[in-house]
């Protein structure tokens, strides 16, 4: 099994840009996460999806960032616009239920928003 | 706003020796806790987990948990340089919805 596998895996953007990260989860796990990782906060959940269905969206920072999961093999994770602040690791994980104890994260996609 | 504790470290220990990593939860209510290691520049890598109050051990590993003092621990025994990492805890909390709350992570820093 090839993993979680994100692309891409580095992203250099201008302030304002439209910021398109994607990912590819474990085949045959149902639910799949999407973290940002930054000094600052540490690792936050943004959003999970369950059988490719928004399940809880508390954690997007705000309406610039929306993620869609249009089949059970892809999702991404949008930001528009981009700001500086946005710069950090975005991590997707996938698993097979819900208990957590078998989530794996792919490499992420280390953003910089100059 | 549920809050995860750690230490940020460095923690430094020789090699051989028993690495203590220790966690603080707010939520009382929390019922599932995890372990995962990130190596720099890496990905967060689920090392252990544990539901029930007292010891589990996968290893050289040992996860422990009080859920009345509202802690959970690891322990790694016979530490190796290869143990050198960012370790995170993560509490599942209460209320049944899954958003994880991570704690900062501490670094460990295991010197020969």
């Known amino acids: 099994d090839a993993g979680v596998i994100q692309s891409p895996r580095h992203e250099v953007t201008e302030m304002g840009q439209e910021v398109t990260l994607r990912c590819k989860p474990i085949s045959g796990h149902d639910y799949l996460f999407w973290y940002r990782q930054t000094m600052m906060r540490g690792l936050e959940l943004l959003i999970y999806f369950n059988n490719n269905v928004p399940i809880d969206d508390s954690g997007m920072p705000e309406d610039r960032f929306s993620a869609k999961m249009p089949n059970a093999s892809f999702s991404t994770l949008k930001i528009q616009p981009s700001e500086p602040r946005d710069s950090a690791v975005y991590f997707c994980?996938?698993?097979?239920?819900?208990?957590?104890?078998?989530?794996?994260f792919g490499p992420g996609t280390r953003l910089t928003v100059l | 706003q549920k809050e995860v504790e750690q230490n940020s470290g460095p923690l430094s220990v020789p090699e051989g020796a028993i690495a203590s990593l220790n966690c603080t939860y707010s939520d009382r209510g929390s019922q599932s806790f995890f372990w995962y290691r990130q190596y720099s520049g890496k990905s967060p890598e689920l090392i252990m987990f544990?539901?029930?109050?007292g010891d589990k051990e996968d290893g050289r590993f040992t996860a422990q948990l009080n859920k009345a003092s509202q802690y959970v621990s690891l322990l790694i025994r016979d530490s190796q340089p290869s143990d050198s990492a960012t370790y995170l805890c993560a509490v599942n909390p209460s209320g049944g919805s899954y958003i994880p709350t991570f704690g900062r992570g501490t670094s460990l820093i295991v010197h020969p």
């Open positions: 544990i539901y029930s109050n």
């Open positions: 994980a996938s698993s097979l239920d819900f208990g957590g104890d078998t989530q794996y």
